[in-house]
């Protein structure tokens, strides 16, 4: 099975998940499913489809929006992110091939609600090292859409900076 590793209470990130990991992600209280993982991309064994139809049977939503890794970093992919996730049910899991892409996107879109600082700091103490090289990509997040506006007003709950000491324990362990 698949390793969940929590960003924050509402949000979490997997690598490539499979039917018995759609039921894991029910038990372990998950509203919501996001694939980021295109279709077409190679090694994909669970696709969209069956994983929509295990979602339905699991009493979860879920949301087919693929990013190809070459295009993780782009507005119009951060754009579809956040809104994919607007209105959607947490806490949300979402899955690409290593669970990277994910993460990446979270944080850049994070990064448009707060100052980027925060948000690397917090991913760093929280495990998510392969991320260290996020920390322009976030900059230049924050300083477009922040700008000089008052940071913290209206953060969604899925892009918050909090994480139980138990999910923090857990991701640092997974992380090493």
């Given at each position: 099975?698949?390793?969940?590793?929590?960003?924050?209470?509402?949000?979490?990130?997997?690598?490539?998940?499979?039917?018995?990991?759609?039921?894991?992600?029910?038990?372990?209280?998950f509203h919501t499913l996001i694939n980021n993982r295109p279709d077409a991309e190679p090694g994909v064994e669970f696709p969209s489809q069956n994983?929509?139809?295990?979602?339905?049977?699991?009493?979860?939503?879920?949301?087919?929006?693929?990013?190809?890794?070459?295009?993780?970093?782009?507005?119009?992919?951060?754009?579809?992110?956040?809104?994919?996730?607007?209105?959607?049910?947490?806490?949300?899991?979402?899955?690409?091939?290593?669970?990277?892409?994910?993460?990446?996107?979270?944080?850049?879109?994070?990064?448009?609600?707060?100052?980027?600082?925060?948000?690397?700091?917090?991913?760093?103490?929280?495990?998510?090292?392969?991320?260290?090289?996020?920390?322009?990509?976030?900059?230049?997040?924050?300083?477009?859409?922040?700008?000089?506006?008052?940071?913290?007003?209206?953060?969604?709950?899925?892009?918050?900076?909090?994480?139980?000491?138990?999910?923090?324990?857990?991701?640092?362990?997974?992380?090493?």
């Open positions: 099975m698949t390793d969940f590793r929590a960003i924050n209470p509402s949000f979490s990130v997997a690598a490539q998940i499979d039917r018995e990991d759609v039921v894991k992600a029910r038990e372990q209280g994983a929509d139809i295990a979602a339905q049977h699991a009493g979860l939503e879920f949301v087919y929006r693929p990013t190809e890794n070459h295009l993780v970093y782009s507005d119009l992919s951060v754009d579809g992110f956040i809104t994919a996730l607007s209105g959607r049910s947490a806490p949300v899991l979402a899955y690409c091939k290593s669970g990277t892409r994910c993460a990446i996107l979270w944080a850049l879109a994070a990064s448009r609600f707060q100052p980027s600082d925060q948000v690397f700091d917090y991913l760093m103490e929280q495990g998510f090292e392969e991320l260290d090289m996020l920390d322009e990509d976030m900059a230049d997040q924050s300083a477009r859409f922040l700008g000089d506006s008052a940071h913290g007003a209206n953060i969604p709950e899925i892009f918050r900076l909090e994480l139980s000491p138990a999910q923090s324990a857990s991701n640092r362990s997974k992380a090493a």
